[in-house]
C-alpha cells in the first residue's frame, strides 16, 4: 500500500466462509424440520433454528435468512393445520354412531325432536341427571326383510315388540314419542335404538318412570 494513502490491510478471512455454510446449513435443516411442523417434533427442531440462523444475520453476512423466514412461516402453518386436525378429531370423538348405543343411555342429538329434520346427527350420551333430549329404551337388530324396507315401516312396528319385551310400554304415554333410529342405508344386523322424547321437543331431567 503506497504511503499516505489510507486503506484496510488485506488480512485472510479464514472463519467466514465456514460460519457462513455452517448458517445456510442450519437454514437448510430449519426448512427441512418445518414440513413436519404438524407433528410438533419438527416445529421444535426448526424454529429455534431459525431464529439462530436469523440471530446470526445481525452481522450483515447472509446466514441463509430466506429460508429461515420460510422455515418459520411454514413450522407455524403446520402447528396450526396440526392443532386444527386435532380438535376436529377430538370434537368428533364426542359423538356416538346408532350401533354403539344400547338399552337405557340417555342421549342429546341434534334433530331429535325435530320433526322437520331429515336426520338425526351429533349423538352423544350423558348422565340421564342432567338434560337431554331423548332416552333410549330398548334396541333391536335389523333382519334382512326390516333393513330392506325400512324407510317404509313405522317406528311403532321394529320398536313397539322390543320395547314392550323391556317392560317399558307403560312409559309411552301422550307426552312420550317414540321413534327408531339407526344408520344410512341399514343393513341385516344393524342396530335400531328406539328414543323415546317429549313429544313437546321440551328437554328430559331425570330417566323416565323414575
Known amino acids: ?35 413436519f411442523g404438524c ?5 421444535l427442531v426448526a424454529i429455534p433454528l431459525a431464529i439462530v440462523v436469523l440471530m446470526r444475520g445481525k452481522d450483515g453476512r447472509n446466514h441463509g435468512k430466506g429460508l ?10 403446520s402447528l396450526l ?9 377430538n370434537y368428533a370423538s364426542q359423538f356416538k354412531s346408532v350401533n354403539d348405543l344400547k338399552t337405557g343411555q340417555c342421549i342429546t342429538a341434534k334433530g331429535l325432536t325435530d320433526e322437520s329434520a331429515e336426520s338425526v346427527t351429533e ?12 332416552e333410549v329404551l330398548a334396541t333391536v337388530d335389523l333382519t ?7 324407510d317404509n315401516t313405522q317406528s311403532a312396528e ?4 322390543a320395547i314392550e319385551e323391556e317392560g317399558k310400554s307403560a312409559l309411552l304415554t301422550e307426552d312420550i314419542t317414540v321413534t ?5 342405508d341399514p343393513a341385516k344386523g344393524d342396530n335400531v335404538a328406539c328414543v323415546a322424547y317429549h313429544a313437546d321437543g321440551s328437554n328430559m331431567t331425570g330417566k323416565l318412570g323414575s
Open 39 to 43: 407433528t410438533c417434533i419438527g416445529a
Open 81 to 89: 393445520i396440526g392443532v386444527g386436525i386435532g380438535v376436529a378429531i
Open 144 to 150: 334382512a326383510d326390516q333393513a330392506d324396507n325400512y
Open 158 to 161: 321394529i320398536c313397539g315388540p
Open 1 to 35: 500500500m503506497p504511503p499516505g494513502q489510507p486503506g484496510q490491510p488485506n488480512f485472510p478471512q479464514y472463519g467466514a466462509p465456514a460460519t457462513n455454510e455452517a448458517g445456510k446449513g442450519m437454514a437448510i435443516t430449519a426448512l427441512i424440520a418445518s414440513f
Open 180 to 184: 327408531a333410529l339407526t344408520v344410512a
Open 123 to 134: 349423538i352423544k350420551t350423558v348422565s340421564c341427571s342432567s338434560s337431554h333430549d331423548g
Open 68 to 77: 429461515a423466514i420460510a422455515a418459520l412461516v411454514i413450522s407455524v402453518l
